[in-house]
């Protein structure tokens, strides 16, 4: 009757938006460097985790969190280990004593990743012998709506706005 047009409006706008939002599927890339890279006294080494290469676009993908694991072969207890993720800041990157690392991603690695899909790695030595192993990255990512999705609910809703005053006059 007089009122179901304007339900089938309101409704329609309804899953236009859950749809919008429920569509940027979550998903999860792992990255793997396999490696076995000796590490000297005051040495380093750097490598890169590129998840462009398991499907991720920048710009049409977004990295949202994620972690990172470093794997140390052969470190002791007073080998001085500096992992450096992307900048030296304290954002994600860390210090051990000889042993593996393992943290979050935090918001300057999920930026790096966001912008190229890249996250650089270093691995120092301040003290002691080592060899830099297998480093795993994983990362959660969601698609980012497409602007033409976001059209079409900017439409719905405008319709939405041009009914009710259509109704009200």
Do not use: C
Not at 14 to 24: D, H, K
Not at 60 to 65: P, R
Not at 70 to 95: A, P, R
Request: aromatic letters at 8%; hydrophobic letters at 40%; glycine letters at 14%.
């Amino acid at each position: 009757q007089e009122g179901d047009g304007m339900y089938k409006l309101i409704g329609g706008v309804t899953a236009g938006v859950f749809m919008t939002f429920v569509s940027a599927q979550a998903g999860m890339i792992t990255d793997t460097v396999y490696q076995n890279a000796y590490v000297g006294w005051l040495g380093s080494h750097s490598y890169s985790h590129d998840i462009t290469d398991n499907g991720f676009v920048p710009g049409s993908d977004l990295a949202v969190s994620g972690d990172i694991s470093i794997q140390i072969k052969n470190g002791d207890w007073y080998d001085l280990i500096v992992f450096t993720i992307e900048s030296f800041d304290g954002d994600t990157g860390g210090v051990t004593f000889g042993s593996s690392f393992s943290n979050s991603l935090e918001v300057e690695a999920l930026a790096a990743l966001n912008e190229d899909g890249t996250l650089g790695v270093t691995v120092t030595s301040l003290s002691g012998a080592f060899k830099v192993g297998k480093s795993v990255l994983n990362v959660v990512t969601e698609a980012v709506p497409e602007p033409g999705t976001l059209a079409l609910l900017g439409l719905g809703l405008a319709g939405l706005g041009a009914a009710r005053r259509r109704k009200s006059a």
